[in-house]
């Protein structure tokens, strides 16, 4: 709702204390001429928030209309084989899981006589699938695509010489 002979300027409070935890084994071997790489991860991080949103018209604070402690848990693991088939030829396959846990304390009652919830728990979780192939047909270029749900990296080329890389996305 604008307060249109004041002003719709908000105030944002947002405290946040985080802690959190990254860990990763990386192990390389051999299954007959194949040399494989293989990754295992986990990532935690807590965020315990103090979150507040006020009116202020003029630049003075008034009505307040959130102020609520926010606790959000991620959780994730991960898993990553590479095999090398030939010196130019290597495939990868992954899957990461993630959790997710929300909960919500609001200090102020509802606002209106709706039935919003403005205080609870929700929680997710989400599992991506990857695959992935490099090609390496001379030792200075570098092809490689990955495909998968959640796939944080695209289809790239990449060329070096002299210890400098030049990274192009396609």
């Known amino acids: ?12 409070r947002d405290k946040r204390s985080i802690v ?10 051999t299954l007959g001429p194949f040399a494989l790489v293989s990754q295992f991860g986990v990532e935690l991080r807590h965020d315990d928030i103090d979150n507040g949103l006020e ?3 003029r630049r003075i604070w008034s009505d307040q209309l959130v102020d609520a402690n926010v606790a959000q848990t991620s959780m994730g693991v991960f ?4 095999i090398s088939w030939l010196d130019w030829l290597h495939t990868s396959a992954a899957l ?14 509802a606002v209106d006589d709706s039935d919003a919830r403005t205080s609870g728990e929700r929680g997710a979780t989400r599992l991506s699938p990857k695959a992935g192939l ?13 495909l998968g749900y959640g796939s944080r990296r695209e289809i790239q080329a990449r060329a070096s010489y002299d210890r400098t890389v030049f990274g192009v996305t396609l």
């Open 96 to 109: 990461r899981a993630d959790g997710y846990l929300f909960a919500v304390d609001s200090k102020l009652s």
């Open 134 to 146: 490099r090609i390496s047909p001379i030792k200075w270029f570098e092809l490689f695509a990955n």
């Open 79 to 82: 898993l990553d084989e590479e």
């Open 55 to 57: 009116r202020a018209p």
């Open 20 to 29: 959190g935890l990254k860990a990763r084994y990386r192990r390389e071997d």
């Open 1 to 12: 709702k604008l307060m249109a002979e004041h002003g719709d300027m908000i105030h944002q």
